[in-house]
């Protein structure tokens, strides 16, 4: 039991390095993502934090398909 738990320990010590980098990678992509929207918006004119719903977008869609 002693060594399955030592087995156990030494993998998880080689596992939370890989992990972390996992983690930070995840997060910097959520990050930039972020930054990436709010400058789409600013560019649009659209306040930050406000997402266009799927009825405007099929009512754009619409206005453009009756010309």
């Not at 009512?59 to 453009?64: F, L, Q, V």
């Amino acid at each position: 039991m002693e060594i399955a738990g030592t087995v156990a320990l030494v993998l998880l010590l080689l596992l939370v390095p890989s992990l972390s980098k996992l983690l930070n990678s995840v997060a910097y992509r959520i990050r930039a993502r972020g930054k990436a929207e709010i400058i789409r918006a600013e560019r649009r004119g659209e306040p930050p934090g406000r997402a266009p719903s799927g009825g405007e977008k099929q009512a754009k869609r619409e206005k453009g398909r009756m010309r």
